[in-house]
């Protein structure tokens, strides 16, 4: 008898862990349990690091592929599962230390916390498209209970909306899987793959455009992303945190996958995912402009940043991918950072409209330091980390002399710039009202984690080398169709 | 009309017409989804069409003649059996939409109660 | 119809244009999928999961795939009720301003209801656990049982006002079937012989198909799950009953709907 460390641990574990939540309600460990798991599998995410460089991890589940259930781990989904592990914990030491929201430490919000990044792990590691829809529907459901965790109307009203365009997209989805089963009789996405270009044009083009829906809108993609601000400015800040940090980049994962995989020619999909980045990248910077509310600016900010990362991975070459990689890791610490201080913020202002943070620098000073930290690490200014990920975006398409995606990236950082800046300045606005009475609660404490992500921001940008192998096998192995299909289908029972 | 019936026995004709039917109903579920403005009227829209995509499912997988895939009633081999995967996929995907279904309607009421209101239209608490 | 409404009164351009563009993508999806998917899948993964079902015992080849072959799905399956569960418990969890409103106490069920309830519980009770114990002989199984199981107890709800099952003890139950099921699949992961998540660890002896000690793990994995939604269904049917109360705008939602 030998424990054997496998990948359905990223999977298994959380959910022991929640449905035994009884437990940790009783002996009053909810919080150190969540935290505790996330770091547990971040370090084990971690260690898998030198296994998974040399050869991809193929973990099966009863029954070898094609016909069962099979976790794939290779450097792209233990990229993904670390980079998830890790905003997990960091959201949740966040709301561990923090002595407000009291409705986020109890039993429902552990049990949605924990299995919303189980889902999205589930979501990279799965290798049957089956599996992938009862990942998407836990994730789902865990993301709609979510947002209305607060029942206020709000909140509410927020979850209503999240719940019917999400189960409407999930049907989309779940309509192109039938259909994919229907013609193909197979479920594995290796052996759809290969089965993939064998069917008549138009039913590709149907299969292609269902699941292109169905994605786009959990992706958040313009024009399925105009239920995304509503919902961020609904939910609570600590929870949009996951959202965009850990959800869409699962569902952006899951977009460019199967566009890569199933799809012998990439592209073919190229123009129109490129497009479908540029026009979210530039709409959204557009309107994040005339937003007076924080939690709205920085959904659209983050659909922006959705869209250039849309825009570089779509272009399918090497460098632009991992750099749209390195990208996404950058954006999924920068929009926990500024949503958690956002949290930190409503808390002291009950408001976070324009008009009502007037001098916030004055009350919260090192609330206001670390949002301009975050914010030039979005822009991509040196030596954050967002300036070489932007750089290697650029560079990519500059190599093979493709420029209007680059002009269009400049300009977008251009406008990113004019809104972060207009937010700058009210925070750091001359006042003549005094300081704000600190609320009840609020200790230096509290930011311990932002500090955390803040330093990685740093470090990532001064010594991006860390990561840049990683990075690179990560981009080859989304990209690299042959040698996936080869490890799953090389392997018989 | 023996002839007749015999017809209806031919997969592809019968495949058919749970085709129509099922695509029918999947249209008349999106035309609900687009055109409904209560809250309770969009899950039901929504219900219909996911109930569409597992009747498509389930009757083009079986092929008229086929029996369950049971070993009873004097069956001993797996043969001549209908493909066991569309209806397991079914089951799982049935749960799931029931579970989704009844979280949402559950917000429903929950929203109804504290703001009286029925219609996404009234939805307003969330715009500047 | 005395009174004569102007035409475009009767029908609003809106809806035209949605029945129109509705009606376009009918026909779109018709024409696609009568000319190129009305065939079974041949050769698909469904045959040759039903030319390997006897390896594992079971004579039910739909049990087989749901609990063994795509086990995995199931897990997550049970997990989305889990969830689904949870987010209703929160919904409903007592607060919102208002005490959570107790059933209306006077309001009693009618005779029949009550009399027809204590007869039909004891048999559907019986009927839901031969289900889920025959999952893997006859159709049906956890889920299905499960739900049988929990529909009797919501009668009893509905007969008797009085009747409540105990959050707190639901928990457990669920509690202790669902950590079962992963322990079940970790235990299939540490044996040698299947050294796979919910790999069947048990004796399965092909001899035996068709009896009730058969298939090694899936009868008691599916015993699990049955036990699981059973918890999970009935929660939610008690969480919406005390979630039940008149008030004057629920009367108005009645109209408007």
């Known amino acids: 008898m030998t424990l054997h460390f496998t990948p359905v641990w990223f999977i298994a574990v959380p959910l022991l862990l929640a449905f035994l939540a009884p437990l940790w309600v009783r002996w009053r460990l909810l919080m150190p349990v969540l935290f505790s798991a996330q770091v547990a599998l971040f370090v084990l995410a971690l260690s898998w690091l030198p296994t998974v460089r040399i050869a991809p991890i193929l973990e099966t589940i009863v029954i070898a592929p094609p016909l069962g259930i099979h976790l794939h781990l290779d450097a792209i989904a233990l990229l993904l599962v670390a980079l998830f592990s890790f905003a997990g914990a960091i959201v949740s030491a966040f709301i561990w230390l923090d002595n407000g929201a009291a409705h986020l430490r109890e039993r429902p919000a552990f049990i949605l916390m924990l299995l919303l990044i189980a889902g999205s792990n589930g979501m990279v590691l799965t290798g049957d498209i089956f599996n992938l829809y009862v990942f998407i529907e836990i994730v789902g459901v865990s993301a709609y209970a979510l947002a209305a965790i607060r029942r206020d109307k709000t909140a509410l009203e927020a979850g209503l909306k999240y719940v019917i365009v999400g189960s409407v997209a999930a049907i989309f ?16 996405i290796a052996a759809l793959a290969q089965a993939f270009g064998n069917m008549p044009a138009q039913m590709q083009l149907l299969i292609g455009l269902l699941m292109l829906i169905g994605l786009s809108i959990k992706a958040e993609l313009f024009p399925f992303n105009f239920w995304v601000p509503d919902i961020y400015r609904g939910s609570d800040p600590e929870i949009t945190a996951l959202y965009s940090g850990v959800l869409v980049k699962a569902f952006l994962f899951v977009l460019f996958h199967l566009t890569f995989i199933l799809l012998a020619d990439p592209t073919v999909a190229r123009n129109w995912l490129m497009a479908l980045g540029a026009i979210t990248m530039i709409v959204a910077e557009l309107v994040a402009l005339r937003q007076n509310d924080l939690r709205r600016m920085l959904a659209y900010s983050s659909l922006g940043q959705v869209g250039l990362i849309t825009l570089a991975l779509a272009f399918a070459s090497e460098a632009t991918t991992a750099g749209a990689l390195f990208h996404m890791v950058n954006h999924t610490l ?11 913020m409503l808390r002291q202002y009950a408001s976070l409209k324009l008009t009502d943070v007037h001098g916030l620098s004055r009350t919260m000073p090192l609330a206001a330091g670390l949002f301009v930290l975050g914010a030039l690490a979005v822009l991509g200014l040196p030596p954050f980390s967002g300036f070489i990920s ?11 002399q493709t420029f209007w995606p680059v002009a269009l990236i400049l300009t977008a950082a251009l406008i990113e710039a004019g809104y972060y800046f207009r937010w700058i300045r009210v925070f750091y606005a001359p006042t003549d009202a005094l300081p704000m009475a600190k609320i009840e609660g609020e200790k230096t404490l509290n930011y311990a984690p932002l500090l955390v992500i803040a330093g990685l921001l740093i470090v990532l940008g001064v010594a991006p080398f860390l990561l840049e192998d990683w990075l690179q096998q990560a981009a080859q192995a989304l990209l690299g169709r042959e040698a996936l299909l080869n490890a799953v289908l090389g392997v018989q029972p | 009309m023996l002839e007749v019936l015999e017809l209806f026995d031919r997969p ?8 129509i039917g099922s695509l029918i109903l999947f249209f008349i579920g999106l035309y609900g989804l687009l055109a409904k403005r209560h809250l309770l009227k969009i899950f039901v829209s929504i219900e219909i069409m996911e109930l569409a995509v597992y009747l498509i499912l389930i009757a083009i997988a079986t092929t008229p003649g086929e029996t369950a895939p049971i070993l009873s009633d004097g069956f001993t081999a797996f043969t001549s ?5 569309p209806q397991a996929l079914t089951l799982t995907a049935i749960v799931i939409g029931v579970a989704v279904t009844a979280l949402g309607t559950s917000m429903a009421i929950q929203y109804h109660r504290l703001t009286g209101k029925v219609s996404v239209g009234e939805m307003t608490e969330l715009k500047d | 119809m005395s009174r004569r409404l102007p035409l475009r009164k009767r029908f609003r351009v809106h809806t035209l244009l949605l029945i129109a563009l509705c009606g376009w993508l009918l026909m779109l999806h018709l024409t696609l999928l009568l000319n190129h998917g009305l065939d079974a899948p041949s050769n698909g993964v469904g045959d040759l999961y039903l030319a390997r079902n006897s ?27 889990f969830l689904a569960a949870t987010g209703i418990g929160m919904l409903f969890a007592g607060g919102l301003g208002a005490t959570p409103a107790l059933r209306d106490r006077n309001n009693h069920p009618n005779e029949v209801m009550v009399t027809g309830t204590r007869l039909l519980f004891p048999a559907l009770l019986l009927l839901g656990v031969y289900i889920v114990l025959h999952g893997h002989l006859s159709p049906g199984g956890g889920f299905q049982g499960g739900v049988i199981v929990a529909t009797a107890f919501f009668l009893r709800m509905i007969a008797d006002p009085k009747f409540n099952l105990d959050h707190a003890q639901l928990g457990w139950v669920e509690s202790f079937a669902g ?8 235990l299939g992961l540490v044996f040698v012989t299947t050294a796979s998540f919910l790999g069947n660890f048990l004796p399965h002896p092909v001899a035996a198909m068709g009896q009730l000690v058969s298939a090694g793990v899936i009868p008691l994995i ?9 918890a999970e269904i009935g929660a939610i049917f008690q969480d919406m009953l005390e979630a039940d109360h008149d008030t004057p705008v629920s009367a108005r939602a009645a109209e408007e709907l």
């Open chain 3, 179 to 186: 950590s079962g099921f992963v322990l079940f699949g970790m």
């Open chain 3, 55 to 81: 390896e594992t015992a079971s004579a039910n080849a739909v049990t087989t795939v749901v609990v063994s072959y795509r086990g995995f799905d199931t897990l997550g399956e049970v997990t989305v009720l």
């Open chain 1, 173 to 188: 989805i779940l309509f192109a899987i039938v259909l994919l089963y229907l013609q193909t009789g197979q479920l594995n």
């Open chain 3, 222 to 230: 599916y015993l699990l799950v049955g036990i699981k939604v059973g």
């Open chain 1, 334 to 344: 920068i929009k926990v950072l500024l949503f958690l201080l956002a949290a930190l």
């Open chain 1, 390 to 400: 932007k750089l290697w975006i650029l560079k990519g398409f500059a190599d093979v």
């Open chain 2, 81 to 85: 059996m209908s493909d066991p995967i």
């Open chain 2, 12 to 19: 592809a004709v019968l495949h058919s017409i749970y085709l």
